[in-house]
């Protein structure tokens, strides 16, 4: 199991993609977090005025990578309160699912799968496997990009100004953990389709919330069958992303981890079905 891991690992660091979607991701923040800076500087000085034209964005549906300056509105602004803006606004969960995406079936082509499928005892370490290189994968993703945020904050504002940490940590750990989630999810569907192109698409259509479309149109097929309100769109991890405020309670902590349980548990074993029921001749 654990060479395994090491072949995953070193096939990671080997591709090009790895560095291609890392690169472009790191420049692109950077240039949003300059934007974001500006922006949150030009309404802090215009006061209450600002406010309310944050206050009606809930209420439509937001598609896109769309970093809510609003959070910094009356709050001492630092590296940890614009990265957690980051967080919430999908931009991290859209650049990590491209490459993981790319990274789940790159070994369609070469096989790889055909190879050492036959010579491990049981199929199913090979996706716990590429779980693993993944959660590897997104940790120092998000890692690179605070230092990349701290940086340009520096740049920006002549100060790291990290503000406190221990009132983010629990914050910045349940996105972690949704955000890894939502990739597990996301791997299973390329695993079970075996279709690149399809589970990019479908990763990619959810990050910038398009799920929120689909479940709207539910809802209302819903409501016209059955004459039933339902909102299902609470439901999908990216909805508990977007949602998610630093300071939580315990009650929410815990309602953060038992959702993302039940969709990890689920992936990981609709997954490992399919791996061990693949025909590898």
Not at 113 to 120: L, T, W
Not at 182 to 202: D, E, L, N
Not at 246 to 261: C, K, W, Y
Request: charged fraction near 15%; glycine fraction near 6%; include cysteine.
């Amino acid at each position: 199991m654990f060479n395994i891991i090491k072949m995953d690992l070193y096939k990671m660091f080997k591709m090009r993609s790895f560095y291609v979607v890392n690169i472009i991701a790191m420049v692109s923040v950077a240039i949003m977090l300059l934007f974001v800076v500006v922006d949150a500087d030009k309404t802090d000085l215009k006061g209450s005025n600002a406010t309310t034209v944050y206050e009606d964005k809930d209420q439509n549906v937001k598609l896109g990578v769309d970093v809510d300056d609003s959070q910094l509105l009356g709050t001492e602004q630092n590296v940890l309160t614009i990265y957690s803006s980051f967080m919430s606004s999908g931009f991290y969960l859209f650049f990590s699912v491209i490459f993981t995406m790319i990274f789940a079936l790159s070994e369609n082509k070469n096989g790889y799968i055909k190879n050492i499928g036959g010579q491990v005892r049981h199929r199913w370490q090979l996706f716990v496997s590429k779980l693993t290189a993944i959660f590897i994968y997104i940790f120092m993703f998000d890692l690179i990009l605070l230092v990349v945020q701290s940086v340009i904050w520096f740049i920006a504002k002549g100060n790291f100004g990290a503000g406190s940490f221990s009132e983010y940590i629990t914050f910045i750990i349940s996105q972690f953990l949704l955000q890894y989630v939502f990739v597990t999810v996301c791997t299973a569907i390329a695993i079970i389709t075996k279709s690149r192109v399809f589970s990019m698409t479908v990763a990619v259509c959810m990050s910038f919330g398009m799920g929120k479309l689909a479940c709207m149109g539910i809802d209302a097929g819903i409501y016209k069958l059955l004459n039933r309100e339902v909102s299902l769109e609470k439901y999908l991890i990216t909805t508990k992303i977007g949602n998610m405020l630093p300071n939580m309670d315990m009650a929410q902590i815990r309602n953060i981890i038992v959702f993302a349980a039940v969709y990890f548990i689920v992936s990981v074993f609709v997954g490992i079905i399919s791996v061990e029921k693949r025909d590898m001749v």
